[in-house]
Every structure is written in structure tokens, then in C-alpha cells.
């Protein structure tokens, strides 16, 4: 049949890209072709409704890429999939398939793909640079992020969810968002293969079939992350409340920059994809869906290749640790996410041993020009409310005997494993949880924030979800008492990263030119002397800048910030200020007021236990400060 076609190798420099896609000329196909065995491609038409299966001439090839063109073929309704022998499969290369069908069912067939054809009108937009200095990342699973019944949006689990949202991350304060893997996966887990109606039925309820049920069947397992190879080129369809999945996710992107949010999304490319479709895959999301930047993630990945590459000059590139480049001439776009602030901090909040050091090198020294981006607490791992309410995983929904999940956490449970309605502990556990938030908007580096974590979202204990697409792993968007407090905490805190952006951005000098104040200090019982013993878990850092660019002292701009890890009360000295200013109380993690007090020439602060407290000379309105220090007030009688 397929002597109907009239085909046609195509040249030499049009052998690329990949896919298949309509030209003026026809129907253009190219694909990477094994030897051995026949290849080419099935397509599906109105005349081909089962399908004709069309060889590559042998004559159509560059080394391993083979391309025909289909010359006068213009069947814009058209599906198609490739084969080599006997293997069926998808273009790997493909933009769009016909169906994905309803998230989580199994598939009883490969969907069809659709040559390239997807116009946008993209107006105006272009891509958002934002600078590292400030940068602040706020990191979702788009099915995950407003698939609850709580969120309050329209069309919830999609990209047109996300845009529901978008007037929340607005006031959040954040410019970064990043995605977990929103590319084509299956998500269905390859064991299971089929369900009956009824299992079907009970999965959607999220029930487990009774014993004696038809072929006694579990649900099938999902791969909700998505961390797996996959479609590349094109959004995941599932995640669309329509059929248009491409459409809707640049629908979605096009309302964050105009929003000047930037969006950014992970990819996990497995070893056997080399270098070169690497870098198309980018390039194809930089070009057509105007991405801003990748979380790359996988082994050995060719990240010297892709950081020289051109066209990603501007594009964030976030990598782990581990595959960070460690040479001195490191491309300013790339950023690491660092796993030793992670777990350094979650120490130092728990109070353990020896972590002051490490608290001053994060406060100091670790951040843009060494491309740290720090978390302390995401999608790998508990949620900053579990970190404070459990002291061991409890992963035991996830089908493998709680032998999941890493086992080293650093958690405390602040005194009951799990939840409790004890106000003391519940205290307590805001008290940590605003802690944790401190030290990573104090922290020099690009901070990043899990969804949900700004208002004390929980996973029950689980630290690795990622089979679990249910209310475990969703964010429920109906806040506690605790977590509406957080959620204010969280806002104030970013807000003061933007204030007070030289403080905590750029690289510090060592003093200012006619202030006499170094950009940064630390500070003990006695100012200018801290205790950075091993046993220290207290210390007081002074910012000094001079904003607009002054170097006098009437221009000078301070921010003392008192930390207190200990389990008791700590003294911490303050330092003089010029003449004509005074310290007023700004904010604290606790509910008691650290208020000044004068020790002769001197004046210091009484910090209670597991508590930071913020400190400011001059742009708070007194008005303001009366009532923060009244609502804390307010807040320790009851």
C-alpha cells in the first residue's frame, strides 16, 4: 500500500531535526534508525484507518539518521508511530500524542503520535532574567500542587490550576518557580498492566479491593514524581484540563512572566541519552515553550557541554551537588542544590553540637558566586512540619515494609511522634518551623521553598511519596491556626530578603567607607566577641549597608539578627549604634518579646530558648513596631 506514497530522500542539511513534520513539500519524517532490521513509520489516516506501514529507502541516510520525505502529503489529521521489525514505538522526537487518557489508568495501547503543527501566539513575551542574588525558588508538583479538594480552583491537578494560583505566589512574594517533571511519563508503574471495572472504581475512590474481588487485583502503583525517561518534547498531557496539553502549558507560562515570575522545570535524563539530544531537548524548551531554566537530573551528566551552550547563556541550570563544576571559570547561569545545607541546618535547628561554624560559612560566605541553592526541606525527603513532628519515617503506605526512603533525616518531633493537640508542643513546633524558615532566607545563596511548607503542609511522617498521588503527597490548602501564623511568618520573611537584598546577596565587604561598620559581623555575650566554641548555639550577626549608595554613617542602614538554638535562655550583646539611631524590635521566631535591656553603657538582648529574633534601626514605621510587639505580647498570655 505504501506505493501510494511517492517518496523522497530528503537532503543532506535538512536531515534535522528529529520528528516528523509538515512542510511545504510534504510530509517530512527523520529518525534514528538501527541496522538490521527494516524501520520507517506507520500512519494512520482516513484512507489508513488501520494503519500502512512505510520503509526508509536504504538510500536515505546520514550515518544513523534516516529521512523521507512524503511528497504532496498533506493529511493534517494524520497519526503515526515508528517501527523497527517486529518493535512497535513512539517517536521519541514527537510534540504531541493523539490521547494520554484519565492520569493513572493503564494504557492498553502506545498513544499515537501527531506531527509537529502547534502554533502560539506568544505577543510580546520573552524570557525572565532574574539575577541570582534574587532569586527565590518556590518548588510544586503541578497534578499535587491544587489537586485537593481545598484549593479553591476550578481545574484542579493542571497547568490551568497553577494559573488559578498565581495571585497566591504574588503575594507569597516568590519570582522562581520550578517544576517537578511536567514532560510526557507514564506514570502507571509497568507491573501493573490492567484493571477491572471495579478496581478501576476503587482506585478512583482511593479504596483497596476487598478479598474475594475479581481477579483480586491491587490498584496500579504510580510513579507520581515522574523522575523517569519520557516524551521530552512535549508537556505531559495529563496535567492539562483540556486536550490542548502544549497550549495550556504556555498559556500557564506566558501569565507568570507576565506576573515577572520566572518558570524553570527538572528533567531527569537516564545514561543512555547522549549529550547531543540533551542539549535539543533544552534548546526545544527554551525555543518553544520559553522555559527559564532546568534542574537537570541523572548520572554523569555532560554539564560542561551545556553550560558552554549559547543559546542557555541566560538560562538558570541547576544541578546537584555532586555534579557541580568545580573549576574557576564556572558560567554564572550554573547553580548546585546543596545537601550540606540541607542537613547542617536541620542539626543546628535540633540543636546539635558543633554547627556554628558551619551556620557563619552559610551566612557569610556560601552563596551566588558559589552557586549555592539551599532548601531545608523538598520534595525528596519530609516536609518542613514533619521535620518537627517526627523523629523517625513512616513510609509504611508506600507497599515496601517502611524499608523506603533514607533513614537519616535529622529530625525532632519536639517531644510526640506525630500529631498532637498539646498547645505547648504545637508551640514549639511553629517555633522550629519559623526557625527553619530564618536560616534559609538569612542564608546567603538562592533560597528555594517546597510548596505547601509556608503554611506547615504534611506528609504524615512519609519522606518518599513517590508512588503516592493521594492527600499524602497533595497540598492541603485548608490551614491550621499554626499554619495561617507560618504562612504570615513566611511572607514577612521574604519581604525582608527583598528589603534588605545588599545584606543578604551580594558579596560583603569587609567594611563600609565611612560608616566604620563592616558589611557583616557576628557577635556573642559581649558585641564584636562571638562564641563560635562547639558547644555555642548562639550568636548575633550586624548587617550595615548604606542604601542609595551613601558611605556615611546618618545613611547607613542596620539589621541585627539574635540567634538562640539552645534549649535555654542566652544573653547576646549589641553592638553601639552612630549617633541619632536606636535599636527597635522587629519581629521573633517565639511568642515572647526579647526586649532590650541596658547594661550600663552597654545594651543586650534575653533570647528564650529556640528562638531568632530581628532587630532594625530605621524604614519601620513606629506604628508598625508597636504592633508586632504587641501581637507578641498577645500571643504568649494565651
Known sequence: MQKSFKIKCVDRTRMYPLGVSFEEEGLRVSAVCEDGCETGIILYDRRHRE??????????????????????????????????????????????????????????????????????????????RIPAADRIVYALHVRGFTKHRTSGVKHKGTYAGVVEKLPYLQELGINTMLLMPAYEFEE??????????????????????????????????????????????????????????????????????????????????????????????????????????FHLMGVSLPMALIAQEPLLADTMLLIGEGEYLRENDKPEQLAYLSDSFLYDMRRFLKGDDNLLNRFVYYVRECGQDSGAVNSIARW???????????????????????????????????????????????????????????????????????????????????????????????????????????????KHLIYLRKRYRSQYGEPYREAEASSGYPGISFHGREAWRADTDPASRSLGILYCSAPGGGKNEAEARFVYIGINMHWEINYLGLPSLPKGKRWMFHTATGDEVPDIEEKGTSQEICLPARTIAFYCTEDVPEEQVKTARNKQRRTQKK
Request: hydrophobic share 35%; proline share 5%.
Open 51 to 128: 494503519g500502512v506501514r512505510i520503509p526508509f529507502p536504504e538510500d536515505c541516510r546520514v550515518g544513523a539518521v534516516r529521512a523521507m520525505l512524503l511528497a504532496g502529503y498533506q493529511d493534517k489529521s494524520c497519526r503515526y508511530l515508528f517501527y523497527s521489525g517486529d518493535e512497535v514505538r513512539q517517536d521519541p522526537c514527537c510534540k504531541a500524542v493523539e490521547s494520554v487518557g484519565q492520569y493513572g489508568v493503564p494504557k492498553d495501547s502506545l498513544a499515537r503520535c501527531l506531527p509537529d503543527k502547534h502554533s502560539y501566539d506568544w505577543g510580546t513575551d520573552q524570557n525572565i
Open 188 to 293: 502507571v508503574m509497568p507491573e501493573n498492566t490492567a484493571q477491572t471495572m471495579e478496581q478501576a472504581a476503587l482506585d478512583y475512590k482511593k479504596e483497596l479491593p476487598k478479598p474475594g474481588m475479581e481477579n483480586d487485583k491491587k490498584p496500579p502503583r504510580i510513579n507520581y514524581w515522574g523522575y523517569q525517561k519520557g516524551l521530552y518534547y512535549m508537556p505531559k498531557g495529563a496535567y492539562a484540563a483540556g486536550k490542548d496539553a502544549a497550549g495550556e502549558f504556555k498559556d500557564m507560562v506566558s501569565a507568570f512572566h507576565a506576573a515577572q515570575i520566572a518558570v524553570t522545570m527538572q528533567f531527569y535524563f537516564p545514561p543512555e541519552l547522549n549529550a547531543v539530544e540533551i542539549l535539543d531537548i533544552l534548546r526545544y524548551w527554551v525555543l518553544e515553550y520559553h522555559i527559564d531554566g
Open 380 to 490: 525528596d525527603g519530609m516536609r518542613l512540619f514533619d521535620l518537627v513532628s517526627y523523629d523517625r519515617k513512616h513510609n509504611e503506605q508506600n507497599g515496601e515494609d517502611n524499608q523506603d526512603g533514607t533513614n537519616y533525616n535529622c529530625s525532632w518531633n519536639c517531644g510526640v511522634e506525630g500529631k498532637s493537640r498539646k498547645k505547648s508542643i504545637q508551640r514549639l513546633r511553629l517555633r522550629q518551623m519559623k526557625n527553619a524558615l530564618a536560616f534559609l532566607f538569612i542564608a546567603r545563596g538562592i533560597p528555594l521553598l517546597y510548596s505547601g511548607d509556608e503554611f506547615a503542609n504534611t506528609q504524615e511522617g512519609n519522606n518518599n511519596p513517590y508512588c503516592q498521588d493521594n492527600e499524602i503527597a497533595w497540598i492541603k490548602w485548608n490551614h491550621t491556626e499554626v499554619g495561617k501564623e507560618l504562612l504570615a511568618y513566611t
